[in-house]
């Protein structure tokens, strides 16, 4: 497989979303029904029945099969066709602006519940995971029924160099952001005593769990310009002051840590009007979470979207909250 990177990916994304659209639009004008083509892989191989479809791309140009009601498309018309970047930004959606929300760690658990609920919204959502060629079920699901929505794009919180080539990227393309979310994380040294304690997991604790969001935050800002934007970092119990325990010491202590990042941010961005949020999702049936825990991880999205969206917007001297905007002890 070839490497893809991400200005690649943003381009055949912004460009299914413009195709998708107008082929929409097309049968609509003219009471066509509409058939979708699933988009395939970017490992699959050309086959004879998707060679002149191989980005998936259901086009504009439509044509209408003699006899048929089925509105077809010709792709590699579209492809020739002036989509105008610049346009992907907000729009209104049932009394909501629609935004263009990027989020780390996308591709399983809360982030994937975090995007399929923004999409079912009607919002924008750029899928940030260390490999987008790699998916899931329920990731190729959503990418197939939101083809003209869903950008997978690559995205390490470990790696500072990709995450300035993809601010570039979204910047060259016109592309302007509504929210991130910071929700990469890794839960390492479980109930580990801090005599046994290895070192290396705390580093790597720090690097994504932290510095992750430290450098989202450094390149994706400038891109921070829609109206009513958010900042959104999932944060834990875990990292309340109030309640330490000892225990789960690499995770605690980060997202203590990520916590007074979030204050801090809260009032550099003040002025813009930026919601700056630590969220607390709750104990979550995830791979981090596992299946003894009480709360659906698509509860807390709905939440959390909420948050996004300002349906719930939180009274507290501190902006450390659950998913339902209710203040979680400092």
Known sequence: ME?????????IGIIVAYIEDAAKRYCALFDLPMQHIQSP????????QTDDRYTGIEAAGATRAQGSPICRFDTEQALGVTLGLQEIGPRSIQ?????????????????????AEALERGHRVFAGMRNPEKKNAKLSELTARYSDKLICVRLDVTDEDG???????????????GT??????????????????????VA???????????????????????????????????????????????????????????????????????????????????????????????KSAIGIMDLIERKVVPDTPFHFVDYTGNAMPI
């Open 3 to 11: 490497h893809v990177d991400n200005a690649n990916l943003i381009k």
């Open 95 to 115: 009394g909501v602006m629609a935004v263009n929300l990027l989020i780390t760690g996308a591709g399983r658990g809360l982030g994937l519940e975090i995007a």
């Open 41 to 48: 892989s970017l490992t699959d191989p050309p086959t004879e």
């Open 163 to 177: 995450i300035a080539d993809l601010a570039a990227d979204m910047r060259r393309s016109g592309l302007t952001l």
């Open 180 to 201: 991130i979310v910071n929700n990469a994380a890794v839960l390492e040294a479980r109930n580990t005593p801090i005599e046994q304690l290895d070192m290396e997991a």
């Open 204 to 298: 790597r604790s720090f690097d994504i769990n932290l510095f992750g969001p430290m450098r989202a935050a450094k390149h994706l800002l400038p891109l921070l310009t829609e109206k009513s934007a958010s900042f959104i970092n999932i944060s834990s119990e875990a990292g309340s002051l109030t309640n330490a325990y000892p225990g789960d010491y690499p995770y605690g202590i980060t997202k203590a840590a990520l916590n007074m990042l979030t204050e801090q941010l809260r009032r550099y961005l003040k002025d813009r009007g930026v919601a700056v949020y630590s969220v607390h999702p709750g104990w979550m049936k995830t791979d981090m979470g596992g299946e003894k825990a009480p709360t659906d991880p698509r």
